[in-house]
């Protein structure tokens, strides 16, 4: 799996947070980081996305993440994450940078997701990509980290 995405992790303490989750996630992911766009915002949102598109793998099964995404739930994000490993095809997530995603990057998307209708900073959603991956796989493998029982909530 990879990550691509807009601007570069600087904060040591998201680093750390990310580092947490990539040391534990199976499959490995891995993470490009491309320079922020210059320019006017419709510029920036150009740019960025044709760097986005440049670094896509031959065939890659591109998952996107924008506001107008699916918002499943863990148990289905499990359930998606599995059915794209299994394609064969390199599985890769793309975060924009502040203008978003531009339109030809959503029209190369196989898949849309969303963290919600809030925005989030860009770096954040990186931490919360991984997490939500390795939460994914763990719930995939049977592992307690995800706990769907918990009391009050409706089986």
Known sequence: MRLIAIGRMKDAA???LMERYLKRLTPTLGIVELP???GSPGEIKRREGEALLAALPDRAFVVALDQDGK???SEAFSDMLSGWLELGRPLCFLIGGAEGLDAPVLARADALL???RL???HMLVRIMLAEQLY???AIAAGHPYHRAGRPGRRA
């Open 36 to 38: 922020d766009g210059k």
């Open 14 to 16: 998201d680093r750390a």
């Open 135 to 137: 939460r994914a796989r």
């Open 71 to 73: 918002t499943p739930d």
């Open 119 to 121: 925005t989030w900073p």
């Open 114 to 116: 969303s963290f919600g």
